[in-house]
């Protein structure tokens, strides 16, 4: 009787397990994905994030986030895109995308 709990929990628990696994690879696989992040103070960060077929880049601060800019995906230079652990290429991609925006307006 002991042995056939035992299996009946173990069930249950991998059941729960499969759950938890299965709705996490659903919302990752979803429309938005962050591209890269860079601190500009303490406690504010700028954020660029790929929604769709849009790129925003956010300003976010302790319970605030604004829009900063809104581009195209296509816009987004490949070669400098932010990857993983190169926070210093976000940044001057962010700088030269902000000084073209400024020399546009």
Not at 53 to 70: F, S, Y
Request: charged content about 15%.
């Amino acid at each position: 009787m002991l042995f056939g709990l035992a299996v009946v929990i173990a069930a249950l628990i991998a059941c729960l397990w499969l759950i938890k696994r299965l709705s996490a690879a659903q919302g990752a696989s979803g429309a938005l994905k962050i591209l890269g992040s860079t601190a500009v103070g303490p406690r504010e960060r700028v954020v660029l994030v790929e929604v769709g077929p849009q790129v925003l880049v956010l300003g976010v601060a302790p319970g605030n986030v604004r829009t900063l800019h809104i581009m195209d995906a296509s816009q987004l230079p490949t070669s400098t895109a932010p990857a993983a652990g190169t926070r210093n290429d976000f940044a001057g991609w962010l700088r030269k995308s902000l000084e073209r925006r400024n020399d546009a307006s």
